[in-house]
């Protein structure tokens, strides 16, 4: 986390943004991640670079198949799901462009429009989709249509390795999102300055009260902010209410959309999940007509039950995000019902 005076600033920019919102996303306690490739079920995969720059292009992973056939999945940094398969004498002649038809078992996922490289290799792209990539996190076979054809490719494990995908694409998108986004690598500042601490800086103090006040609006009972050393990195202000912590995060506008925000957040989640893990999401407004999104996620795992919920709201320049986890459903999602009624008041 940052020093007191930005994040004096930026709690500003939050009050100014007005429709700007932020929303509650949980992260596990034992958030440690590891940057760079990841092996995952069988899959393996990271962030690629391309271009003249070798700038961040694309998140991928690949899975080979035993006669040799690979498949490549990879997300943009707007979310977009590519499809490439190099299966030799499976498709037709070089550098063909033709349409295909997509379905994950049973489901149909629509005509797109697929090329053939010279070598060889299929490409398809999706734009990006929620509901599309929560099929992809449960489907056993991805199936392409061709002509007459249907070819099936299975997904062993892909539960598994596509939330490691998801999670490579939020720290690839990490800098876009700014110093309080909820994939902001810890700092040095992070293990000494408290939430709301000390600072000379002008809007300092005030920032802290405007949190603390909108926390006893929520109607939070016994809330406490935390120190930074206790609160997730990169968030503006933690706390605790007993029951479920929450942390405010300021993510800038434009970097994200919100439903790939929402799906960043929770297969951060999941990456960490060491057992059943269950989610969803909804688009919905705040205060009537600001454009929001709420998602909520369980993990049970062997040492017992953690439950996440996630909002997010769009501004003009920030889209804000609060963090609540606990180990009831009840406690966490009443916590952030109630911190995202107390928003809509002040927006209203």
């Not at 078992?105 to 599309?132: C, K, Q």
């Not at 390795?161 to 999102?177: E, F, I, K, T, V």
């Not at 909820?182 to 293990?191: G, L, M, R, S, W």
């Given at each position: 986390?940052?020093?007191?005076?930005?994040?004096?600033?930026?709690?500003?920019?939050?009050?100014?943004?007005?429709?700007?919102?932020?929303?509650?996303?949980?992260?596990?306690?034992?958030?440690?991640?590891?940057?760079?490739?990841?092996?995952?079920?069988?899959?393996?995969?990271?962030?690629?670079?391309?271009?003249?720059?070798?700038?961040?292009?694309?998140?991928?992973?690949?899975?080979?198949?035993?006669?040799?056939?690979?498949?490549?999945?990879?997300?943009?940094?707007?979310?977009?799901?590519?499809?490439?398969?190099?299966?030799?004498?499976?498709?037709?002649?070089?550098?063909?462009?033709?349409?295909?038809?997509?379905?994950?078992?049973?489901?149909?996922?629509?005509?797109?429009?697929?090329?053939?490289?010279?070598?060889?290799?299929?490409?398809?792209?999706?734009?990006?989709?929620?509901?599309?990539?929560?099929?992809?996190?449960?489907?056993?076979?991805?199936?392409?249509?061709?002509?007459?054809?249907?070819?099936?490719?299975?997904?062993?494990?892909?539960?598994?390795?596509?939330?490691?995908?998801?999670?490579?694409l939020g720290r690839a998108l990490a800098p876009?999102?700014?110093?309080?986004?909820?994939?902001?690598?810890?700092?040095?500042?992070?293990?000494?300055?408290?939430?709301?601490?000390?600072?000379?800086?002008?809007?300092?103090?005030?920032?802290?009260?405007?949190?603390?006040?909108?926390?006893?609006?929520?109607?939070?009972?016994?809330?406490?902010?935390?120190?930074?050393?206790?609160?997730?990195?990169?968030?503006?202000?933690?706390?605790?209410?007993?029951?479920?912590?929450?942390?405010?995060?300021?993510?800038?506008?434009?970097?994200?959309?919100?439903?790939?925000?929402?799906?960043?957040?929770?297969?951060?989640?999941?990456?960490?999940?060491?057992?059943?893990?269950?989610?969803?999401?909804?688009?919905?407004?705040?205060?009537?007509?600001?454009?929001?999104?709420?998602?909520?996620a369980s993990c049970w795992a062997p040492g017992?039950?953690?439950?996440?919920t996630t909002s997010a709201w769009r501004g003009?320049?920030?889209?804000?995000?609060?963090?609540?986890?606990?180990?009831?459903?009840?406690?966490?999602?009443?916590?952030?019902?109630?911190?995202?009624?107390?928003?809509?008041?002040?927006?209203?």
């Amino acid at each position: 986390m940052m020093g007191a005076g930005k994040r004096g600033r930026a709690l500003g920019r939050l009050r100014l943004a007005g429709a700007a919102a932020a929303l509650a996303i949980l992260v596990a306690a034992d958030a440690a991640t590891q940057e760079g490739g990841f092996e995952a079920a069988g899959w393996s995969g990271g962030p690629e670079r391309g271009g003249e720059t070798g700038a961040f292009a694309h998140c991928a992973m690949r899975l080979v198949y035993g006669g040799g056939e690979t498949l490549r999945l990879s997300l943009s940094p707007e979310g977009d799901l590519g499809i490439d398969l190099a299966a030799s004498n499976r498709w037709p002649a070089d550098g063909a462009i033709f349409g295909v038809a997509i379905a994950l078992d049973d489901t149909d996922l629509g005509d797109h429009v697929a090329e053939l490289s010279d070598g060889g290799e299929l490409s398809i792209r999706l734009p990006f989709s929620t509901s599309a990539i929560d099929r992809l996190g449960l489907a056993n076979l991805l199936r392409i249509r061709l002509a007459q054809k249907t070819m099936n490719f299975p997904l062993p494990g892909i539960d598994r390795a596509l939330p490691r995908l998801l999670q490579c694409l939020g720290r690839a998108l990490a800098p876009r999102m700014g110093p309080y986004g909820p994939f902001a690598a810890p700092t040095a500042e992070d293990a000494g300055v408290a939430s709301g601490g000390a600072g000379d800086e002008e809007g300092t103090s005030s920032g802290k009260e405007a949190v603390v006040a909108l926390l006893a609006d929520a109607g939070l009972g016994e809330f406490a902010l935390l120190p930074d050393g206790a609160a997730p990195p990169g968030a503006l202000y933690a706390w605790s209410d007993g029951d479920t912590v929450g942390a405010l995060f300021v993510v800038e506008a434009g970097s994200v959309s919100l439903d790939l925000l929402t799906a960043l957040v929770l297969s951060d989640v999941a990456a960490h999940c060491r057992g059943d893990f269950l989610h969803g999401s909804l688009d919905t407004t705040l205060a009537g007509d600001i454009p929001a999104r709420r998602g909520m996620a369980s993990c049970w795992a062997p040492g017992g039950a953690r439950f996440l919920t996630t909002s997010a709201w769009r501004g003009s320049e920030t889209m804000p995000l609060v963090i609540h986890r606990g180990r009831t459903a009840r406690a966490v999602t009443d916590s952030d019902g109630k911190l995202l009624d107390a928003f809509a008041a002040r927006l209203r």
